[in-house]
């Protein structure tokens, strides 16, 4: 026999939903080739990552992950490219209070093993070794992020 004492049902838990997720700009360019694929060349590799956000419904929002990166080598251009790798996710049942982080922290984590690969093999075809980006902690670019927003509200 099941009773029902006719109190709130239990919290629905929170849910975060990839709805798409694709390439929305893309740059390669290897201008000192053939002499830049001289082997026996260790360039210095200069990695930049940021995230964006906008929302697109009540529940949608669009992240996009940038990331640009340069291989330099005695001050010569070996390569350089940019990519904002996006995705449309559907976030659901999070308290206000923790969206932010979801969606700064979550989402671009979600898409970074993606826009890896594909960094990977576009240096790849570029005539280079695959660039084989490190894990990146999107934690301390948040905790960044927020700590400039707030100095820019101490100085206003």
Not at 39 to 52: A, K, L, S, Y
Not at 108 to 128: H, K, M, Q, S
């Amino acid at each position: 026999m099941s009773t029902t004492n006719g109190g709130p049902s239990e919290a629905t838990p929170p849910q975060l939903s990839v709805l798409a997720q694709y390439i929305k700009d893309f740059s390669f360019e290897n201008p000192n080739a053939p002499q830049s694929l001289m082997p026996g060349q260790q360039p210095q590799i200069g990695i930049q990552i940021n995230v964006d956000a906008r929302p697109l419904a009540d529940n949608d929002v669009e992240v996009a992950l940038r990331l640009e990166g340069k291989a330099e080598h005695e001050g010569n251009l070996m390569f350089a490219f940019e990519l904002t790798f996006a995705g449309v996710f559907r976030i659901q049942n999070v308290p206000q209070e923790s969206l932010n982080a979801v969606v700064l922290i979550e989402c671009p984590r979600l898409l970074f093993p993606f826009a890896r690969e594909i960094v990977a093999n576009v240096v790849r075809n570029g005539g280079f070794p695959p660039l084989l980006l490190d894990p990146f902690d999107f934690v301390a670019l948040y905790r960044q992020r927020m700590e400039q927003m707030q100095a820019n509200q101490n100085l206003a």
